[in-house]
């Protein structure tokens, strides 16, 4: 059975960064489709960023390109979102995803495996 664990959230000033990680059980995470989104209350959950398989694709929403960057150790089941220059609404709780078969993608129905999520808060 699949598990995806969550780590990393936590509370931070504007302009600071934080790391999550999301750890990666009972699938062959090396032939996965890894991606991150993000839910802030009485909101959509909404794509974040997503990684390719071997790491050689990625993709972002426009409202964090160039301030978070997603990447991956297949050595450890692990994939990783570095977030800096954070915003006030960028506070959310943060779920990692997996996509069992095909590329990047941006709608959440698309991937089939989720983890519980880590909350994220951005103070001003």
């Known amino acids: 059975q699949a598990q995806l664990v969550e780590s990393g959230g936590g509370t931070v000033q504007a302009g600071g960064s934080l790391r999550l990680s999301c750890a990666a059980s009972?699938?062959?995470?090396?032939?996965?489709?890894m991606g991150w989104f993000r839910q802030a209350p009485g909101k959509e959950r909404e794509f974040v960023a997503g990684i390719m398989w071997s790491g050689g694709a990625t993709l972002y929403a426009d409202s964090v390109k160039g301030r978070f960057t997603i990447s991956r150790d297949n050595t450890k089941n692990t994939v990783y979102l570095q977030m800096n220059s954070l915003k006030p609404e960028d506070t959310a709780g943060y779920y990692c995803?997996?996509?069992?078969?095909?590329?990047?993608?941006?709608?959440?129905?698309?991937?089939?495996?989720w983890g519980q999520g880590t909350q994220v808060t951005v103070s001003s």
């Open positions: 009972g699938l062959p995470f090396s032939s996965y489709t």
């Open positions: 995803a997996a996509r069992r078969a095909g590329g990047l993608a941006l709608k959440r129905e698309f991937y089939t495996d």
